[in-house]
């Protein structure tokens, strides 16, 4: 399995900008997908996550309103379309995928065991 992950890049305060994890390597029906974050000497974030076979969102409160995610099943990819970006989400961005219905919380870096390589979002003027 594995995930790539695109579309980071400098965006100024208030602007948006779409992440894309383009997965592959079998079938993805069934399990949940996420997004997370990190910045420098912190624990990676939960974002947000999407149930690949009925579509049930979950946000993190801080991104609740702001961040969408959805997924394109024919293409096995995920998106996080981000607006009204402030500099508090200048971050590196993961993507994650759980294939196992692991039992861990869905906000939990454990229970995803496969990650994407990482995209930097910048939000600067």
């Known amino acids: 399995v594995q995930l790539q992950a695109s579309g980071g890049g400098l965006v100024q305060p208030g602007g948006s900008l779409r992440l894309s994890c383009a997965a592959s390597g079998r079938t993805f029906s069934g399990f949940v997908m996420a997004w997370f974050r990190q910045v420098p000497g912190k624990e990676r974030v939960f974002m947000s996550a999407?149930?690949?076979?009925?579509?049930?969102?979950y946000y993190a409160d801080s991104v609740k309103g702001r961040f969408t995610i959805s997924r394109d099943n024919a293409k096995n990819t995920v998106y996080l379309q981000m607006n009204s970006m402030g500099p508090e989400d200048t971050a590196v961005y993961y993507c994650a995928a759980d294939l196992r219905a692991s039992s861990y919380p869905i906000s939990s870096p454990t229970k995803y065991a496969y990650w994407g390589q990482g995209t930097l979002v910048t939000v600067s003027s």
């Open positions: 999407i149930s690949w076979n009925s579509g049930t969102a």
